[in-house]
T-cell receptor, first 114, second 112 residues
Framework: NAGVTQTPKFQVLKTGQSMTLQCAQD?????MSWYRQDPGMGLRLIHY???????DQGEVPNGYNVSRSTTEDFPLRLLSAAPSQTSVYFC?????????????FGSGTRLTVV | SQQGEEDPQALSIQEGENATMNCSYK?????LQWYRQNSGRGLVHLIL?????REKHSGRLRVTLDTSKKSSSLLITASRAADTASYFC????????????FGQGTRLTINP
């Protein structure tokens, strides 16, 4: 089925470990973003991309890296996990936000850092 | 900081009643979008209104936009138990529509 696929769904990390959250979409969308959702704080934008090879920082980029080598994939790397990065992470994609297309969201990755 | 702020933070109504949620934002926008999130799930896009539009309908949803007041409202008519969810507004800024910034959401509970 077409959509946004995030893996893994759940992950527990120890402080200082690194990992990559995977995000893939098969809708040929140019726009992709990563958000984190913490209780009572809504969604905060981490990084976004408007096409392959183009990425930029959002509101809370520290501690995270992204790359966009293909249109389909937009992985999020945690460089050295900290307890403050415990959160639910959502990846989303859109055909064109500026021309009025909404985001399609993945089902999320629940990350716990101990 | 969050661009959009929803009001109220929580709303509880009886099934069949109408539910109204409000969103205020700070800067000029290209468009404003509303999303629904069921507990433990990802967000689902509901409706989008452009900055040059004042009202839009989709089924039981009605969205209004007042750019002079930098505010929007989402009306759900004839609510159902299945409408229980969190609702978020999100704004794509004018000149910066590649970023979508979300508010903190309104938690809506429909009581049978």
């Amino acid at each position: 089925n077409a959509g946004v696929t995030q893996t893994p769904k759940f992950q527990v990390l120890k402080t200082g470990q690194s990992m990559t959250l995977q995000c893939a979409q098969d809708m040929n969308h140019e726009y992709m973003s990563w958000y984190r959702q913490d209780p009572g704080m809504g969604l905060r934008l981490i990084h976004y991309s408007v096409g392959a090879g183009i990425t930029d920082q959002g509101e809370v980029p520290n501690g995270y890296n992204v790359s966009r080598s293909t249109t389909e994939d937009f992985p999020l790397r945690l460089l050295s996990a900290a307890p403050s990065q415990t959160s639910v992470y959502f990846c989303a994609s859109s055909y064109d936000l500026g021309r009025g297309y909404g985001y399609t969201f993945g089902s999320g990755t629940r990350l716990t850092v101990v | 900081s969050q661009q959009g702020e929803e009001d109220p933070q929580a709303l509880s109504i009886q099934e069949g009643e109408n539910a109204t949620m409000n969103c205020s934002y700070k800067t000029s926008i290209n468009n404003l979008q509303w999303y629904r999130q069921n507990s433990g799930r990802g967000l689902v896009h509901l409706i989008l209104i452009r900055s040059n539009e004042r009202e839009k309908h989709s089924g039981r949803l009605r969205v209004t936009l007042d750019t002079s007041k930098k505010s929007s409202s989402l009306l759900i008519t004839a609510s159902r138990a299945a409408d229980t969810a969190s609702y978020f507004c999100a704004t794509a800024k004018e000149g910066g529509a590649q970023k979508l910034v979300f508010g903190q959401g309104t938690r809506l509970t429909i009581n049978p």
